[in-house]
């Protein structure tokens, strides 16, 4: 009760709830697509309809007949009026308020308030993405670690190289198909879940067939020793070395890379939480029970 009522933690979630609000509605704070206008008799909602569509907005329209967000200005658009740094307090000499840059313009005359907006957006989306896939990935592989041990799992040699080189190189593919080819969604959903299947089916055959000898795979010891090396490198060489191997800058690269270095705390943690629950009473007694 006393965090509760204390004045830093209540400040601190107003500030959280405002940064989320501005990420969450950034696009009705600034930008250069009109929220609401009202042409010829018609009522539209280009802003709406923008998220939905990637044709551009005719901007053949009179301002008067048209609501636009508070800071009139896309991120990435020069304002050629003032094609150079503007501080907050510089007279834009537009003579409107509503068209004024509240914090200045950067040297090539983008506006630095709707920057910053559209930046929030981007860091809450890189940041929820990232870490859903790094929790996904180490609760999955922390779980596993600690439910199987070292001898829960025994698989036949061509299974095994069956998951080491074919799945690597399904997933290879399969990037590369949506990156360079760019295919619909429905299409690759569809591929990807025939392939899935077929891979499946094999996997099944060749795991329950009696002509290849089966081999316990120590995957909890894997995967301690892949957490101990991740650990033994300082994350910024990782970075580093991940952001030169991509030729084309793109918020999923960094999203790939945060997920990639943020996996082995949520490994360890599921871990240690999964051997302590099979140590309880009702766990023990349902072993026992068969």
Request: include cysteine; charge should be positive; glycine fraction near 6%.
């Amino acid at each position: 009760m006393k965090i509760k009522n204390d004045i830093s933690f209540i400040l601190s979630k107003w500030v959280i709830g405002i940064y989320f609000l501005v990420a969450i509605f950034g696009s009705f704070l600034a930008g250069d697509v009109p929220i609401f206008c009202k042409i010829n008799g018609k009522m539209s909602f280009p802003l709406i309809s923008s998220f939905f569509s990637k044709s551009s907005f005719n901007t053949n329209y009179s301002e008067e007949s048209c609501i636009m967000p508070f800071i009139p200005y896309s991120p990435l658009n020069i304002d050629k009026d003032h094609p150079v740094a503007l501080s907050p307090f510089d007279d834009s000499k537009i003579g409107i308020s509503k068209n004024k840059h509240w914090l200045g313009t950067d040297k090539l005359g983008r506006d630095v308030a709707s920057g910053m907006i559209h930046g929030t957006s981007t860091a809450l989306k890189i940041g929820i993405i990232s870490v859903f896939f790094a929790f996904i990935v180490g609760v999955s592989l922390g779980m596993m670690s600690a439910y199987y041990k070292d001898d829960g799992i025994r698989i036949s040699a061509p299974l095994l190289i069956a998951l080491l080189v074919v799945i690597p190189t399904a997933l290879y593919y399969m990037i590369m198909e949506w990156v360079i080819f760019n295919p619909s969604v429905l299409y690759f959903l569809s591929a990807c879940l025939v392939g899935t299947i077929i891979f499946g089916a094999s996997i099944s055959w060749i795991n329950k067939s009696d002509y290849f000898k089966k081999h316990n795979v120590p995957i909890d010891m894997l995967l301690l020793k892949v957490i101990e090396i991740r650990k033994s490198f300082p994350g910024i060489f990782i970075l580093l070395a991940l952001v030169s191997l991509f030729a084309v800058p793109s918020i999923w690269n960094i999203v790939f890379i945060i997920a990639l270095l943020g996996w082995t705390e949520f490994a360890r943690f599921a871990r240690a939480e999964t051997l302590a629950v099979k140590e309880e009473n009702y766990i023990l007694s349902v072993k026992v029970l068969g």
